[in-house]
């Protein structure tokens, strides 16, 4: 339950993920995988890559957290949710062992999606860390490529304190002999990481070394992006698009282009099929939440960034539109550190401080209080909607409406 209800929810430790497998044949030996980490970013790259591998003909099998809506978001083969009726009879069918072992909802969501995987047949499943890497539930799986987006400092209280502490979390991902992809440089990581592939004998790629874009047209408003794509300085391939068109997914594109380049010849994948891939990433594979644009008059955005780094890149390209006020739709989770976000955001917009129907929400009033302090002005609402509906009944045409501060927050208005 750690998304819903945070720290106490963790499990520092493999056992019981590991007993699971074994219970129910261990699933996850039978699964061609891809396994992303990072602290940004690896939810849209996760997605990306299995958009592409779906294109190129692959069943593919998907497995993000958290979901926005709906439990069965997270285990999806082709873009198709697993089934209520699915989870149900895997639930019942499984009840004595999870009896016996006591899993987390995390581990047995885990090993779900492992086993309908294996049942689905899955030519290829991408399988996204839930929270850091050397411990997640999901580093049972041996799979045939690493990928790692970036490092940044969140979940401080369980991954470590520093960027060292945090990357050598993340780099338990990285297996002997396997492939590894460091989405983004960092002098403080790179070392950790560096070093963490020599013990395992495994290659590493840095994206950003071999890989660099060229944007043709890019407005925050519009549904793409338009970019080239140059490979050790030299054009690669021209005029791609993509539908995740924030700012930040620049980054996770260079990811997705370096990962894909390691085995498009071993899998047979074609430019067009990347082409198609990026351009169709959300009818593919449902992906929402990400710079979505929720209405034009008045324009309203969301977007589920909720740490530091989240936080810089939504209000970089919030500062970069043309609008008259800006209204702000806040909600947070109580064990984040708020200061570092707090002092970022803007202190001429309206405020709307609220609370995600969650255990692990932080009381709306508090969140005002605490924002008072940095400048941050607006009343409390008793709901994510009331919030939004009382922005739209102060806004007008020419006004941006912003909603975010969570995952959480943004599940309740897409």
Not at 379 to 393: D, E, P, Q, T
Request: hydrophobic share 40%; aromatic share 8%; with cysteine.
């Amino acid at each position: 339950m750690f998304h819903r209800v945070g720290p106490a929810a963790y499990k520092p430790n493999l056992d019981n993920t590991l007993a699971l497998a074994a219970a129910i044949g261990n699933p996850e030996k039978d699964l061609r995988c891809i396994h992303i980490a990072g602290t940004n970013g690896k939810g849209s790259t996760s997605h990306m890559l299995a958009s592409v591998l779906q294109e190129a003909g692959f069943r593919t099998g998907l497995y993000t957290s958290p979901h926005l809506k709906d439990f069965r978001e997270r285990i999806r083969v082709n873009g198709e949710m697993v089934s209520e009726e699915w989870v149900a009879h895997f639930v019942t069918g499984n009840k004595k062992i999870f009896d016996k072992i006591s899993p987390s909802f995390f581990e047995m969501s885990t090993i779900m999606a492992f086993y309908y995987f294996q049942q689905m047949r899955t030519d290829i499943a991408v399988i996204e860390t839930g929270l850091g890497g050397r411990l997640d539930s999901t580093n049972i799986i041996t799979p045939f490529l690493s990928v790692i987006t970036n490092i940044g400092m969140d979940h401080m209280n369980l991954l470590g304190d520093t960027l060292e502490k945090i990357a050598g979390e993340k780099a338990g991902i990285i297996k002997s002999g396997v492939p590894v992809v460091i989405g983004e440089s960092n002098l403080v990581t790179n070392f950790i990481f560096n070093q963490q592939a020599a013990k395992e004998n495994a290659p590493i790629h840095f994206a950003n070394d071999h890989f660099s874009l060229e944007v043709v047209k890019h407005d925050l408003l519009d549904d793409k992006i338009y970019f080239n794509v140059f490979k050790d300085g030299q054009p690669y391939l021209e005029t791609l698009s993509c539908d995740l068109n924030g700012k930040y997914q620049l980054k996770n594109i260079l990811t997705v282009l370096q990962a894909l380049d390691l085995v498009r010849e071993e899998l047979h994948i074609t430019d067009e099929h990347i082409r198609k891939g990026l351009a169709d990433v959300k009818g593919n594979t449902g992906l929402k939440g990400r710079w979505q644009i929720l209405s034009r008059q008045p324009l309203i955005i969301c977007d589920t960034g909720h740490n530091e780094d989240g936080w810089k890149e939504v209000l970089e390209m919030i500062e970069s539109l043309s609008f008259h006020r800006l209204h702000f739709v806040l909600g947070v989770v109580e064990d984040k550190d708020l200061s570092k976000m707090l002092h970022q955001l803007p202190v001429d917009a309206t405020y709307y401080f609220c609370k995600a129907d969650i255990p692990r929400g932080l009381n709306a009033e508090l969140l005002r209080e605490m924002a008072e302090r940095y400048g941050l002005k607006g009343l409390s609402y008793s709901s994510v909607n009331a919030a939004l509906n009382a922005a739209k009944s102060e806004a007008s045409n020419k006004d941006l409406i912003f909603v975010g501060g969570s995952t959480f927050t943004v599940a309740e208005v897409v």
